[in-house]
């Protein structure tokens, strides 16, 4: 059984930097995707970032490309996503998640099959 849980969400000041922790267990496979996803209130999920576990690929929506970074930490079992130059419009509750080798999408949440949590960002201006 997959398990994920997230911490290092908070409040911050526009232009400052967060890093949120996604603790990982109970991967069979040694290619997988793992992704971060955040949403607000009355707004669809939407994909942050996604790494595919084993060949290192990575991809970012739009709006983070530049400021986030995605990256995983094998011995710790830990996803990161640092996230500098934080706006407003990053405020939400950031999940993360997993799915298997073969997705169409990497940044879909329909893609993903186990979440975590979440925890929340708050960007204030």
């Known amino acids: 059984q997959v398990q994920l849980a997230e911490s290092g969400g908070g409040s911050v000041q526009a232009g400052g930097s967060l890093r949120l922790y996604c603790a990982a267990s109970g991967y069979t496979s040694s290619r997988y995707w793992l992704g971060w996803f955040r949403q607000v209130p009355g707004k669809e999920r939407e994909g942050v970032a996604a790494l595919y576990i084993g060949r290192g690929i990575t991809y970012y929506a739009d709006s983070v490309k530049g400021r986030f970074t995605i990256s995983q930490d094998n011995v710790k079992n830990t996803l990161y996503l640092q996230m500098n130059s934080l706006k407003s419009d990053d405020t939400g509750m950031y999940y993360c998640?997993?799915?298997?080798?073969?997705?169409?999408?990497?940044?879909?949440?329909?893609?993903?099959?186990?979440w975590g949590q979440g925890t929340q960002v708050t960007v204030s201006s």
């Open positions: 998640a997993t799915a298997g080798a073969w997705i169409a999408s990497p940044l879909s949440s329909d893609d993903y099959t186990y």
